[in-house]
């Protein structure tokens, strides 16, 4: 053997076995003393002049050893029983899936050094921590492989560390290893624990809770859920930047169920001067339209009634406006009256007081005793357009109103409204005049005035319906059942099951419209309900007086739209609660298709009649303080009579 040979041999024989070597744990105990620092330093120095060539240069051939660490001045020799704890000790917090360094022989055994007794034993030592390292990778890479925790640190690994254990090179050649310092992970001490459900924050599952006076909110999530309620949960840009924490998901949903979080970039950059149907920024744009009404499907609610000019108004009106068989109450409210009573304002403030805090009056208007009336839901307000309104008399003396219409138009979003409520003349034998009734109204209503058509190639100057997108007529129009008395009420009594076929068969506005004499366009959902008029009042009795009128549905609620299945008629049906008139009142609901719309349609910026909305809620309010004083004053007086 040579002299370079015995060098390499003795260089090996200062190295240690690998990680988890199986020299520690043989039962053959080592008693090979340790070399002493110094020794260890002689030695470099003896193969730092061998490594030279005959011209005194290095060569690139020669393996050359890593200086060894210096030793503590109070340790300078430990047992091999002591390394071999210190060793195990550092394996502990030491990476098991990094090969490069726990197939390198110094990094093992930093701190002690040892002396061959022979080469021969120098060679076996060296075989065996070979085989050693190669059995301890493979065991190490299983272990990290089977973990799911340490599976995703592995795809961290570079790619000499992800290479079976065959093509490395050779841990004691030290020319592939990095000069870089690198930090291994910890290999955690025990199992995970695992994760719960809910790993949300103490902060977002505060955010869940919901305080003990709003626990009907509660109830109407769990039940509801998925309905109307999450309107303004669609704005997706609220959700976007969030990870797969389904909790912190929910929290903001609770948090900003309400009201959305508005970005200052937003406030920056959006503009309600203009706008277009496709921009982002448009106040009546399709992200706002998306934002409340996910179903782009606005609720509306019409009543129609002839109160014949009672001065005393029902004691309350939540059967004409709130009826109990309604899940929900609607987004507008339009009422329109035939001869009204006297006084207009007293009407208005207690429609006012029956829907409460939740509405406002978006707009009123009268021609003599015909009122028409819009209320909106307070949130809603800002998206109506400015209101406009016009009247038409059917009278010859243009001074006596107590014949006509009156409409009234605004934009919604980009959906355009026309709401029109009218009294044709009466008299059973009166067809054609008020086919002229009708004729008038759709030429003389001048509308719209300032607001744009949002379609003008449909519309017809000769007919103000033709003009809006969607259009409701409804009224006292005074068309009756051309059959005698007697007949009507015989073919009443064999009704079954609210079939009104048999009576419609003789009801003068269905044989006009067939005919296509008036209401072009329109439609009228079917009638399950006994005719409107006339009663007793106070009863439900048909007229008793000497003229016997005949029964009939002259209260009636049409429409027409300018895209098939844009309207939905969810209800129709009449009020037989309210008994203070000859007439019954007619409701109707309707689900609506809303369409996005451009800025540039005038704003009615939330203008709405704030001194009814007071006086409305303060009588409101007075009300259900009386009624707690007489609930009261009755159980008071209820005790003081189980006393005595």
């Given at each position: 053997?040579?002299?370079?040979?015995?060098?390499?041999?003795?260089?090996?024989?200062?190295?240690?076995?690998?990680?988890?070597?199986?020299?520690?744990?043989?039962?053959?105990?080592l008693?090979?003393?340790?070399?002493?620092?110094?020794?260890?330093?002689?030695?470099?120095?003896?193969?730092?002049?061998?490594d030279?060539?005959?011209?005194?240069?290095?060569?690139?051939?020669?393996?050359?050893?890593?200086?060894?660490?210096?030793?503590?001045?109070?340790?300078?020799?430990?047992?091999?029983?002591e390394?071999?704890?210190?060793?195990?000790?550092?394996?502990?917090?030491?990476?098991?899936?990094?090969?490069?360094?726990?197939?390198?022989?110094?990094?093992?055994?930093?701190?002690?050094?040892?002396?061959?007794?022979?080469?021969?034993?120098?060679?076996?030592?060296?075989?065996?921590?070979?085989?050693?390292?190669?059995?301890?990778?493979?065991?190490?890479?299983?272990?990290?492989?089977?973990?799911?925790?340490?599976?995703?640190?592995?795809?961290?690994?570079?790619?000499?560390?992800?290479?079976?254990?065959?093509?490395?090179?050779?841990?004691?050649?030290?020319?592939?290893?990095?000069?870089?310092?690198?930090?291994?992970?910890?290999?955690?001490?025990?199992?995970?624990?695992?994760?719960?459900?809910?790993?949300?924050?103490?902060?977002?599952?505060?955010?869940?809770?919901?305080?003990?006076?709003?626990?009907?909110?509660?109830?109407?999530?769990?039940?509801?859920?998925?309905?109307?309620?999450?309107?303004?949960?669609?704005?997706?840009?609220?959700?976007?930047?969030?990870?797969?924490?389904?909790?912190?998901v929910?929290?903001?949903?609770?948090?900003?169920?309400?009201?959305s979080?508005?970005?200052?970039?937003?406030?920056?950059?959006?503009?309600f001067?203009?706008?277009?149907?496709?921009?982002s920024?448009?106040?009546?744009?399709?992200?706002?339209?998306?934002?409340?009404?996910?179903?782009?499907?606005?609720?509306?609610?019409?009543?129609?009634?002839?109160?014949?000019?009672?001065?005393?108004?029902?004691?309350?009106?939540?059967?004409?406006?709130?009826?109990?068989?309604?899940?929900?109450?609607?987004?507008?409210?339009?009422?329109?009256?035939q001869?009204?009573?006297?006084?207009?304002?007293?009407?208005?403030?207690?429609?006012?007081?029956?829907?409460?805090?939740?509405y406002?009056?978006?707009?009123?208007?009268?021609?003599?005793?015909?009122?028409?009336?819009?209320?909106?839901?307070?949130?809603?307000?800002?998206?109506?357009?400015?209101?406009?309104h016009?009247?038409?008399?059917?009278?010859?003396?243009?001074?006596?109103?107590?014949?006509?219409?009156?409409g009234?138009?605004?934009?919604?979003?980009?959906?355009?409204?026309?709401?029109?409520?009218?009294?044709?003349?009466?008299?059973?034998?009166?067809?054609?005049?008020?086919?002229?009734?009708?004729?008038?109204?759709?030429?003389?209503?001048?509308?719209?005035?300032?607001l744009?058509?949002?379609?003008?190639?449909?519309?017809?100057?000769?007919?103000?319906?033709?003009?809006?997108?969607?259009?409701?007529?409804?009224?006292?129009?005074?068309?009756?059942?051309?059959?005698?008395?007697?007949?009507?009420e015989?073919?009443?009594?064999?009704?079954?099951?609210?079939?009104?076929?048999?009576?419609?068969?003789?009801?003068?506005?269905?044989?006009?419209?067939?005919?296509?004499?008036?209401?072009?366009?329109?439609?009228?959902?079917?009638?399950?309900?006994?005719?409107?008029y006339?009663?007793d009042?106070?009863?439900?009795?048909?007229?008793?007086?000497s003229?016997?009128?005949?029964?009939?549905?002259?209260?009636r609620?049409?429409?027409?739209?300018?895209?098939?299945?844009?309207?939905?008629?969810?209800?129709?049906?009449?009020?037989?609660?309210?008994?203070?008139?000859?007439?019954?009142?007619?409701?109707?609901?309707?689900?609506?298709?809303?369409?996005?719309?451009?800025?540039?349609?005038?704003?009615?910026?939330?203008?709405?009649?704030?001194?009814?909305?007071?006086?409305?809620?303060?009588?409101r309010?007075?009300?259900?303080?009386?009624?707690?004083?007489?609930?009261?004053?009755?159980?008071?007086?209820?005790?003081?009579?189980?006393?005595s």
């Amino acid at each position: 053997m040579t002299e370079n040979g015995e060098d390499s041999l003795l260089h090996q024989s200062c190295e240690a076995p690998a990680k988890g070597d199986s020299l520690v744990s043989d039962s053959r105990t080592l008693k090979t003393s340790v070399v002493d620092a110094t020794s260890c330093k002689e030695h470099n120095d003896a193969l730092k002049l061998t490594d030279r060539n005959a011209e005194g240069q290095i060569s690139l051939y020669q393996p050359r050893p890593p200086a060894l660490p210096r030793l503590s001045k109070s340790r300078k020799s430990v047992s091999l029983e002591e390394a071999g704890r210190i060793r195990r000790l550092r394996n502990s917090q030491e990476s098991l899936s990094d090969q490069v360094e726990t197939g390198s022989s110094t990094d093992s055994l930093k701190e002690v050094q040892t002396t061959p007794a022979s080469g021969g034993f120098v060679l076996s030592a060296a075989a065996t921590i070979r085989n050693d390292q190669d059995s301890n990778v493979r065991k190490l890479s299983a272990v990290t492989m089977g973990s799911p925790v340490f599976r995703d640190r592995g795809r961290s690994l570079s790619e000499y560390e992800r290479r079976p254990t065959s093509q490395q090179s050779d841990p004691t050649d030290h020319r592939v290893r990095s000069s870089k310092v690198r930090l291994s992970p910890v290999r955690p001490p025990g199992t995970l624990p695992a994760l719960g459900k809910s790993f949300a924050s103490d902060t977002l599952r505060a955010a869940n809770r919901i305080d003990g006076d709003c626990l009907d909110y509660a109830m109407m999530t769990r039940e509801k859920l998925g309905l109307r309620l999450h309107r303004n949960l669609s704005d997706s840009r609220l959700l976007e930047n969030m990870g797969s924490d389904s909790a912190s998901v929910n929290s903001m949903r609770s948090t900003y169920s309400v009201l959305s979080p508005i970005r200052p970039q937003d406030v920056r950059n959006r503009s309600f001067l203009e706008g277009s149907v496709l921009g982002s920024g448009a106040l009546l744009g399709a992200e706002e339209l998306d934002r409340h009404f996910p179903d782009r499907r606005v609720g509306i609610y019409i009543a129609t009634w002839n109160m014949q000019g009672e001065k005393g108004l029902p004691a309350n009106l939540d059967d004409l406006l709130l009826p109990t068989d309604s899940a929900f109450a609607q987004d507008f409210y339009i009422i329109g009256v035939q001869e009204g009573c006297p006084d207009r304002r007293e009407w208005e403030t207690r429609l006012q007081e029956t829907l409460g805090p939740y509405y406002v009056m978006l707009y009123a208007a009268s021609h003599g005793v015909l009122y028409l009336t819009v209320f909106v839901r307070r949130d809603l307000i800002w998206f109506c357009s400015e209101v406009e309104h016009a009247t038409v008399t059917t009278r010859i003396i243009s001074q006596i109103k107590t014949k006509g219409a009156v409409g009234i138009a605004f934009t919604f979003f980009g959906t355009s409204f026309l709401f029109i409520t009218s009294h044709f003349t009466s008299g059973d034998a009166k067809v054609y005049e008020r086919v002229l009734d009708y004729n008038k109204i759709v030429e003389a209503l001048a509308l719209p005035k300032g607001l744009p058509d949002t379609n003008p190639y449909r519309s017809t100057p000769s007919d103000v319906t033709t003009r809006f997108d969607q259009v409701f007529w409804f009224g006292d129009f005074n068309f009756r059942l051309s059959k005698d008395r007697v007949d009507v009420e015989t073919i009443i009594n064999r009704t079954v099951g609210g079939n009104m076929a048999p009576l419609l068969e003789h009801d003068q506005l269905s044989k006009e419209m067939k005919d296509g004499s008036i209401f072009k366009g329109f439609q009228e959902a079917p009638i399950h309900f006994l005719p409107t008029y006339k009663f007793d009042i106070g009863c439900d009795i048909y007229d008793t007086t000497s003229k016997q009128r005949t029964p009939s549905y002259t209260d009636r609620i049409l429409f027409r739209s300018r895209q098939a299945e844009d309207i939905k008629v969810v209800k129709y049906t009449s009020c037989s609660c309210i008994k203070t008139s000859d007439h019954r009142p007619v409701i109707s609901v309707f689900q609506v298709k809303l369409r996005p719309g451009r800025d540039n349609i005038p704003l009615g910026a939330g203008q709405f009649d704030r001194s009814l909305y007071l006086e409305g809620i303060r009588r409101r309010i007075t009300r259900e303080l009386k009624r707690r004083e007489a609930m009261k004053n009755h159980s008071s007086s209820s005790t003081i009579c189980t006393i005595s």
